[in-house]
């Protein structure tokens, strides 16, 4: 439900088209001579290498290079070097540079570093240092890494955030360049969080990016240029998003000429990718027009994708691909947080749910997986992050792991939306859709584990796309709010449109927290 007439009128065009993109979807066949991308995407964030080095003098070039190794022995094939939020992380002609201001020499409490919460000083220091002494060691950052792609034949891309938004609730904190502390400039009737985010009506705005762009295309030899509207997503003001959709249509036609006159001089293709949000209809209600920009042959490359505080296993990617045609490579994004609702506690995506993640987007019928804040200096030791990783160019591959899939939620919506998240869901009988992938081999093991809120006396039955499911076990340390459920294999047929049902044994209506089902060797099975 929209609060606004224009914007009803809006959704029900958007709601035709994606009703229709699965019928495009299934009735187009793959285009002659389509090239699109292969292997496994990855984008490096702007300050992650320098938040987790030391750079002792001379050794800037080394260590960025064995970054990169790292990465090609986890079988990246196109990396995403991200180099700007509301600054640059190297020095720029045309933006500010992240230590613009900063005294290597000075105290923790110098004027540039004063704004900074104390406990979070010292950290922060650390970060902006690093990339004060890589480029005092005379390294080019972006440079050192596209040379050092080239050597392992990955293909370097630089991947620039559109409307970054990090630490705007202190505009004197020195994450930000000037234009981002002039009012003026914010969006209007968005409070909260991306209230301060730059509103593209203003070409003072697009001229700001645009400068960075040509700057980009002129430094780089790059494959490709990614547009990341997903930090952030909200470019408009409120009620102004489908008119701001076709100025910044038109400026993406703008920069699309830019590419390719930086194409010819370089004599080889630079393609250009967005990332945009998971679900068609927010993505079409906020101005991003995706559809019409692949249409126009603006764009190459397009990643729906969920914005950070969770991952999504339900990624519309039939829809997507009905919308978008068949010319330019759909690639599904994968966060790194596991969040079930909102509010809810936080799980970080282990091996088993990247896994899950990994399969629910290539089963989807994505050409590619496309990996966001996946560091590899997170959580797994860089063996098995290199191990794990080299699987998900291949979703035969994949399914010989364990996975998890889980029901989570979308974060970003459009301002008005009548977004109702799946859980936490209550009722006698409720349904929860949930992709689980291909079939399983027979010598696998399935299971749908259920949290419930409170204590649940006689357990609820479940069903998988209508077979019913055994209960196997509660989670003692949890009371009986945890329930494991076995899935039988001929409730399975492996063609992603799985649907779980879970009912009440009695007339007690119940309250259901978290839904996800495992599948894994019978060997692994818990």
């Not at 709601?15 to 001579?33: D, I, K, Q």
């Not at 991200?82 to 933006?95: E, G, L």
């Not at 080299?390 to 029901?407: G, Q, Y």
Request: with cysteine.
């Amino acid at each position: 439900m929209f609060v606004r007439d224009r914007e009803c009128n809006c959704m029900g065009r958007i709601s035709g088209l994606v009703a229709g993109a699965c019928l495009f979807a299934a009735c187009h066949t793959m285009g002659e001579g389509t090239q699109h991308m292969t292997g496994l995407l990855q984008n490096e964030d702007c300050t992650d290498f320098f938040y987790n080095q030391r750079f002792p003098s001379g050794q800037a070039e080394a260590i960025t290079d064995q970054y990169v190794d790292v990465l090609a022995g986890a079988g990246v094939t196109v990396l995403f070097c991200n180099t700007n939020s509301r600054r640059t992380n190297y020095r720029s002609d045309v933006w500010e540079s992240f230590w613009d201001g900063y005294d290597p020499d000075g105290p923790d409490d110098q004027s540039f570093l004063a704004p900074i919460p104390e406990k979070s000083r010292k950290t922060f220091r650390r970060l902006i240092h690093n990339m004060f002494e890589v480029d005092r060691q005379g390294v080019d950052y972006p440079a050192r890494v596209i040379q050092r792609c080239r050597h392992h034949g990955i293909s370097p891309w630089i991947s620039l955030r559109m409307n970054d938004v990090h630490c705007n609730d202190n505009l004197d904190h020195p994450f930000h360049g000037a234009l981002w502390r002039k009012a003026e400039y914010f969006r209007k009737g968005h409070p909260g969080y991306y209230a301060r985010g730059l509103d593209y009506a203003h070409a003072d705005v697009r001229d700001h990016y645009t400068a960075l762009i040509e700057e980009t295309l002129q430094r780089y030899d790059i494959d490709g240029l990614e547009l990341d509207f997903m930090r952030e997503p909200y470019l408009f003001s409120k009620g102004e998003e489908q008119a701001g959709g076709k100025t910044l249509t038109q400026w993406l036609r703008d920069i699309k000429a830019l590419v390719d006159r930086a194409a010819a001089r370089r004599a080889h293709p630079i393609r250009m990718g967005v990332r945009v949000p998971s679900d068609p209809g927010t993505a079409l209600g906020l101005g991003l027009d995706a559809p019409t920009w692949a249409r126009e042959e603006l764009v190459d490359l397009v990643v729906p994708t969920p914005r950070w505080r969770s991952m999504h296993f339900d990624i519309p990617l039939p829809a997507w691909r009905g919308l978008l045609g068949d010319r330019v490579t759909l690639a599904g994004g994968l966060e790194t947080r596991c969040l079930s609702y909102i509010g809810g506690p936080l799980r970080v995506m282990d091996p088993e749910c990247a896994v899950g993640g990994a399969v629910s987007v290539l089963s989807a019928g994505a050409d590619v997986v496309y990996l966001f804040n996946h560091f590899q200096n997170g959580r797994w030791p860089k063996p098995e992050y290199q191990r794990r990783l080299n699987a998900f160019s291949s979703l035969a591959e994949l399914c010989k792991l364990p996975r998890r899939h889980v029901v989570t939620h979308r974060e970003i919506i459009v301002p008005g939306e009548d977004y109702r998240a799946p859980l936490p869901a209550s009722g006698r009988t409720l349904s929860f859709s949930l992709p689980l992938g291909p079939t399983p081999p027979a010598d696998w093991a399935a299971e749908a584990i259920i949290d419930l809120d409170g204590r649940t006396g006689e357990g609820p039955t479940l069903s998988v796309n209508g077979v019913g499911c055994e209960l196997r076990q509660t989670s003692s340390h949890r009371d009986d709010r945890r329930l494991v459920y076995t899935i039988p294999t001929e409730a399975l047929p492996g063609d992603n449109r799985d649907t779980i049902v879970v009912a009440s044994s009695t007339a007690a209506p119940l309250k259901v927290l978290g839904v996800e089902a495992r599948i894994a060797p019978t060997r692994e099975a818990r």
